[in-house]
């Protein structure tokens, strides 16, 4: 008896340190954190819809016209508290969805910003680059001769050469 426990025992503490198997309530609900982000996105982006706002406007009109002027149908008399109780869960839910929303493009503004700084950066160091490679062409541009100093050259060429030449019809 004693030895089963104890195999029964290892066999739960191996379940626990299993990192194959994920951990939470076996049969719980489970959700991707991404869908229900795009949800929340989707949710936040139609509540600031001029349609949202039209038909809620309806369906709160006709709600007081059914609970005011339809006598027999007063399922929520004038203070109209089932009404505010709506209103108030829709809040309760809204709210937190638009929050969620507005982390997320936080989250993707922040990410962004990121890229953007890593691509200024690689062309701020191309850019010094290539200022360091005009530079470097500027300066061979000065050192290269122009035609009055290549003119001197050849001139001073062609002296050596008829100097040589005539110390050479000397010399035969």
């Known amino acids: 008896m004693i030895g089963r426990r104890r195999r029964g025992a290892e066999r739960?503490?191996?379940?626990?340190?299993?990192?194959?198997?994920?951990?939470?309530?076996?049969?719980?609900?489970?959700?991707?954190?991404?869908?229900?982000?795009?949800?929340?996105?989707?949710l936040a982006r139609f509540f600031g819809t001029p349609r949202y706002i039209v038909g809620q406007t309806i369906l709160v009109v006709i709600w007081i016209a059914l609970n005011v002027v339809v006598v027999?149908?007063?399922f929520d008399p004038y203070p109209f508290i089932l009404l505010n109780l709506a209103f108030s869960t829709q809040a309760a839910y809204a709210a937190p969805l638009i929050l969620l929303a507005q982390n997320r493009q936080a989250d993707r503004d922040k990410s962004e910003v990121e890229r953007d700084r890593e691509v200024n950066a690689r062309s701020l160091a191309e850019t010094e680059y290539l200022a360091r490679e005009i530079a470097a062409v500027r300066l061979a541009v000065d050192r290269v001769p122009d035609r009055e100093e290549l003119g001197e050259m050849m001139e001073r060429i062609e002296a050596a050469l008829d100097r040589l030449g005539t110390?050479?019809?000397?010399?035969?």
Not at 20 to 29: L, N
Not at 167 to 172: K, L, N
């Open 167 to 172: 110390v050479r019809s000397e010399g035969e």
């Open 72 to 74: 027999t149908l007063r």
């Open 12 to 42: 739960g503490r191996e379940r626990r340190d299993a990192l194959s198997t994920p951990r939470g309530t076996p049969g719980a609900p489970s959700y991707d954190p991404e869908q229900f982000g795009a949800l929340a996105e989707r």
